[in-house]
């Protein structure tokens, strides 16, 4: 369910004190992420074992879903020492595939006129949010960045948002969270958020890929009248 034009604008500001954000896929385009993990560092892996692309590809698909939905997942240290490959180092050297969405500065800096507070959540390692921080200075335009590994799980976990709330200090009630992870979005529903929109447009080189579940947006200016 895509929301455009008129109608998309559902969201009264007045209602929304806190605005809780994902970063790779709903502020920064996630072509960079997809490109890394799907296309280099299979080919890096491939090139150290000796082995196809498609085979190292098969492998690394297989190693991601072992631990999906835990802090190894997003772990960049960890994938260090299970490939043998300096996954940091090998990040930096992309990191000029790291940008924003095209609007999302625009509507960065419309919450901050509006007075709300802006936090950027995500379940990015640390290592990887410094990197994409000194690329964007995506830090510059909210008040905090709050990583999974600050809270001890991801944020598809129920678990995650008890103590994301007390760490940050908003009312459910009261907040607008934006992700274009289903399932962070289904265990922030869970805990009581009172605003949820699901980003579809995740990725600049893809289709925009809408929620059955939630309301979707392809663009932020929808929420901005």
Not at 4 to 26: C, K, Q, Y
Not at 67 to 93: F, M, P, Q
Not at 99 to 114: K, M, N, Q, T, W
Not at 174 to 193: K, N, T, V, W
Request: glycine content about 6%.
């Amino acid at each position: 369910m895509t929301l455009t034009g008129e109608g998309a604008n559902r969201l009264i500001w007045d209602d929304v004190d806190d605005v809780l954000l994902d970063m790779d896929g709903t502020l920064l385009d996630r072509h960079f992420d997809n490109f890394f993990f799907e296309e280099e560092l299979p080919r890096r892996y491939a090139s150290k074992h000796g082995l196809s692309f498609e085979a190292a590809l098969e492998t690394l698909l297989r190693l991601y879903r072992s631990v999906e939905g835990e802090l190894d997942w997003t772990d960049l240290h960890y994938w260090t020492r299970t490939l043998n490959i300096d996954v940091v180092a090998l990040t930096k050297e992309f990191d000029h595939l790291i940008d924003f969405h095209p609007d999302a500065v625009e509507f960065l800096g419309y919450i901050r006129a509006r007075g709300k507070r802006v936090h950027i959540v995500t379940n990015a390692h640390e290592s990887g949010v410094e990197i994409k921080v000194a690329r964007t200075g995506v830090d510059q335009h909210v008040h905090r960045i709050v990583t999974a590994f600050e809270i001890g799980f991801l944020k598809m976990r129920t678990e995650y948002w008890p103590t994301c709330q007390q760490l940050i200090g908003f009312d459910p009630a009261r907040s607008l969270y934006i992700d274009d992870d289903e399932s962070c979005l289904a265990a922030a529903q869970e805990f009581g958020i009172g605003h949820i929109y699901h980003r579809s447009k995740s990725s600049s080189q893809l289709p925009p890929q809408s929620s059955a579940q939630f309301r979707s947006i392809e663009t932020f200016h929808v929420l901005m009248p």
